[in-house]
Nanobody, 128 residues
C-alpha cells in the first residue's frame, strides 16, 4: 500500500512562513525523486520543487519560488519537507506531493505528467 500524506498547510500572512510535510508509507521514499506541486483556483497544477533520490541528492525549483522555498528530506522519518518563506498571496494554492516509482532523478522542469502517485493535498492560504 503506497500512500503520500501532506500536512502543514494553513493560513499565513504575507511574508510569513510555513513548512509542509509529505509523509510516505508503503515504500522507501529515499529511493525516488519527490515532487511538490500546487494548484490555485482556476489554474493548472504547476511544479514547485523536486528532490532527487538520496543517491543523487539534487534539488530543483520553479523560478517563482527559488530563493524562498527549500525542499529537503529526512530519510529516517520517510518524509520530504517544503520550507516556504517570504510567502506571497500568489502562493495561495493546494499543495501536493507526488512520486513516480522508478524515477530517481528530477528533470530540469517539474512536470506533473511524470508522476503517478499523489497525496490528497494541503491548503495554503496567504492573506492579511
Amino acid at each position: 500500500q503506497l500512500q503520500l500524506v501532506e500536512s502543514g498547510g494553513g493560513l499565513v500572512q504575507p511574508g510569513g512562513s510555513l513548512r509542509l510535510s509529505c509523509a510516505a508509507s508503503g515504500f522507501t521514499l529515499d529511493y525516488y525523486a519527490i515532487g511538490w506541486f500546487r494548484q490555485a483556483p482556476g489554474k493548472e497544477r504547476e511544479g514547485v520543487s523536486c528532490i532527487s533520490s538520496s543517491s543523487h541528492g539534487s534539488t530543483n525549483y520553479a523560478d517563482s519560488v527559488k530563493g524562498r522555498f527549500t525542499i529537503s528530506r529526512d530519510n529516517a522519518k520517510n518524509t520530504v519537507y517544503l520550507q516556504m518563506n517570504s510567502l506571497k498571496p500568489e502562493d495561495t494554492a493546494v499543495y501536493y506531493c507526488a512520486v513516480r516509482i522508478g524515477m530517481n532523478y528530477c528533470s530540469a522542469s517539474i512536470i506533473r505528467y511524470e508522476y503517478d502517485y499523489w497525496g490528497q493535498g494541503t491548503q495554503v492560504t496567504v492573506s492579511s
